[in-house]
């Protein structure tokens, strides 16, 4: 009997909807991480204000947080909107991929209670490379001899998607460096993503 008949079939199209679901419960999960504190009923107003701005650099992470598993999403869209079939090994990468997604929420958690710590902001960082670094191997993967791509597509076109989803690691390889020297500088240094995809797509446009 053929080993194909053990081997699970599962439709691309479900393999987009499954990752969106998980998208959606990350999101939740890290919205779920600030801490909301109970306050007196007899606060004055400027006394409400204050204590709503401690609230302030939870929010700032979660925001840049949320920014980063956005830009995920969009790449992870990206990718798999020119793939036309599905092979199990593409489904066990994206599987470990998208458990790094939920990991990014459990690290979220820990950057808000301890943002000014350097190692929080490192394991975020990993976790980050090592959930771009699957999802450039997916890429990788399906479009290596058009594998899971359409056959006509353009090598120029191969590569530019190739690079914008490799900008990533880099990227956060290079703010692990830069915390070293000053940690707020280093998670500013993500927005350093949009100005380098703008430049590959107008290098690799064809």
Known sequence: MSARVFTPNIKVEHVISFSDAVFAFAITLMALSIEIPELPLDLSQSQLLDRLYDLYPQVE???????????????????????????????????????????????????????????????????????????????????????????????????????????????????ILISFIDLDLAQYFWLGIIPMNVLIRYKYKH
């Open 61 to 175: 992470d979660y925001i840049i947080s949320f920014a980063v598993i956005a830009v995920f999403w969009i790449s992870y869209h990206r990718v798999f909107n020119h793939i036309e079939g599905s092979h199990i090994s593409m489904v066990y990468l994206n599987l470990l991929f998208l458990l790094l997604i939920t990991l990014l929420s459990l690290t979220t958690s820990i950057v808000v209670n301890y943002g000014s710590y350097q190692i929080p902001y490192i394991i975020y960082c990993i976790v980050v490379i090592m959930a771009s670094s699957l999802l450039v191997l997916i890429w990788w993967y399906a479009t290596k001899d058009h594998r899971l791509v359409d056959k006509n597509m353009h090598p120029l076109f191969i590569k530019g998607i190739f690079l914008v989803l490799l900008s990533i690691p880099i990227i956060f390889s290079i703010s």
